[in-house]
């Protein structure tokens, strides 16, 4: 059985977040990454450039709007 690895990363359209989930991405371990943002069109911007600088197309974007 093949599993994906899959990591959340909470903030991912800017700064450390961002960083962090590029960094992910760029791993050669596979990992599919899910950028959860609160605003989608600065998400799927940030993933793009994720997939464009790291060569993993499997970045996606998740809108979730967490209590502050």
Do not use: H, Q
Not at 6 to 21: P, R, S, W
Not at 33 to 62: C, Q, Y
């Amino acid at each position: 059985m093949v599993r994906e690895k899959m990591v959340v990363v909470t903030g991912g359209n800017a700064g450390l977040g961002y960083e962090c989930a590029r960094s992910i991405a760029a791993s050669d371990r596979g990992w599919s990454v899910v950028l959860a943002v609160r605003d989608p069109e600065k998400g799927e911007r940030a993933a793009l450039r994720i997939a464009e600088e790291t060569g993993n197309p499997s970045v996606e974007v998740a809108s979730w709007n967490f209590p502050p």
